[in-house]
């Protein structure tokens, strides 16, 4: 959730986690994240450009991925590693929703 908060890409996700998830392959952490899907907790999108008022590049979450996608993108395990370019763009993304956002922290 606190991932979600930070809309941080799923590498980064893993690198909070404790053992043994932290070394633990997509599949099981995809059984970790979809509950919390279900609950309409949290969404998964892309990363996508975003250009700021300044004219700066940047990035932002992209629209939630469907549901019966998800199963599959997170169990594939490249989806948990940094990109070897280092260009989040097309990473997946976890944000609150505002179902999410009412959960006290």
Do not use: H
């Not at 690198?15 to 919390?36: C, K, S, T």
């Not at 907790?41 to 590049?57: K, L, N, Q």
């Amino acid at each position: 959730m606190l991932n979600a908060f930070e809309i941080d890409i799923l590498p980064g996700v893993r690198g909070d986690l404790e053992e043994p998830y932290e070394d633990a392959p997509g599949a099981e952490l995809a059984d970790v994240l979809l509950p919390l899907v279900d609950r309409r907790w949290i969404d998964v999108c892309r990363v996508i450009p975003w250009t700021a008022p300044d004219g700066s590049s940047g990035f932002q979450p992209g629209r939630p991925i469907a549901r019966d996608e998800l199963p599959a993108l997170l169990a594939n395990d490249d989806n948990w590693e940094y990109p070897d370019d280092g260009e989040w763009i097309g990473c997946l993304t976890l944000i609150l929703t505002d179902k999410g956002r009412e959960i006290p922290w």
